[in-house]
T-cell receptor, first 114, second 110 residues
Framework: GAVVSQHPSWVICKSGTSVKIECRSL??????MFWYRQFPKQSLMLMAT?????????EQGVEKDKFLINHASLTLSTLTVTSAHPEDSSFYIC??????????FGQGTRLTVV | QKEVEQDPGPLSVPEGAIVSLNCTYS??????FMWYRQYSRKGPELLMY????GNKEDGRFTAQVDKSSKYISLFIRDSQPSDSATYLC??????????FGAGTTVTVRA
């Protein structure tokens, strides 16, 4: 299957700082990527749709100023958690698809804000 | 009502047993049906995908879709301890967004 790489796999940051998470499609181009958040023992919650060359589309209730998304190329999308607080601690996962179906996911980033 | 309903389990079976997982969905516009396996602290791994009613087999895995009943299933034959994971059904509409089930935690006992 297609490969989606996410970096870093885990990060610890101090409250008030910003953290950037990268999502790359390694063997295909992706005009659209998706960012999810997952709490322990819960399913994935879609945060936003990242569109190459244009603004991201955020789901209801997701603060666009808190979670900045940049999709600068066909293989890279970044999620920046700005002014992180402990309640932002979570597992963040990106996905991309080489075709109409078969979405592939990155390995996830575990963010801990202390 | 959630768009996709999945029993979270947990489900525990002995090694070699058949694992049966299922989801129901409410939106008849959904077009693509996927099953993912997720190990703890890892991203979901695509196991199966299909877009039509009927069965699709891949090794020990069989995915079944019944669009008339809005019901999808995943069967794992000859289950192994390495199959212990959380299994998520995901359904996609024509907006390419995925709606996930809650995930079923499966333990295969050696």
């Amino acid at each position: 299957g297609a490969v989606v790489s996410q970096h870093p796999s885990w990060v610890i940051c101090k409250s008030g700082t910003s953290v950037k998470i990268e999502c790359r499609s390694l063997d295909f181009q992706a005009t659209t990527m998706f960012w999810y958040r997952q709490f322990p023992k819960q399913s994935l919650m879609l945060m936003a749709t990242s569109n190459e060359g244009s603004k991201a589309t955020y789901e209801q209730g997701v603060e666009k100023d808190k979670f900045l998304i940049n999709h600068a190329s066909l293989t890279l999308s970044t999620l920046t958690v700005t002014s992180a607080h402990p309640e932002d601690s979570s597992f963040y996962i990106c996905s991309a698809r080489p075709g109409p179906a078969r979405a592939f996911f990155g390995q996830g980033t575990r963010l801990t804000v202390v | 009502q959630k768009e996709v309903e999945q029993d979270p389990g947990p489900l525990s079976v002995p090694e070699g047993a058949i694992v049966s997982l299922n989801c129901t969905y409410s939106n008849s516009a959904f077009q693509y049906f996927m099953w993912y396996r997720q190990y703890s602290r890892k991203g979901p791994e695509l196991l199966m995908y299909t877009y039509s009613s009927g069965n699709k087999e891949d090794g020990r895995f069989t995915a079944q879709v019944d669009k008339s009943s809005k019901y999808i299933s995943l069967f794992i034959r000859d289950s192994q301890p390495s199959d212990s994971a959380t299994y998520l059904c995901a359904i996609q509409g024509d907006d390419y967004k995925l709606s996930f089930g809650a995930g079923t935690t499966v333990t295969v006992r050696a």
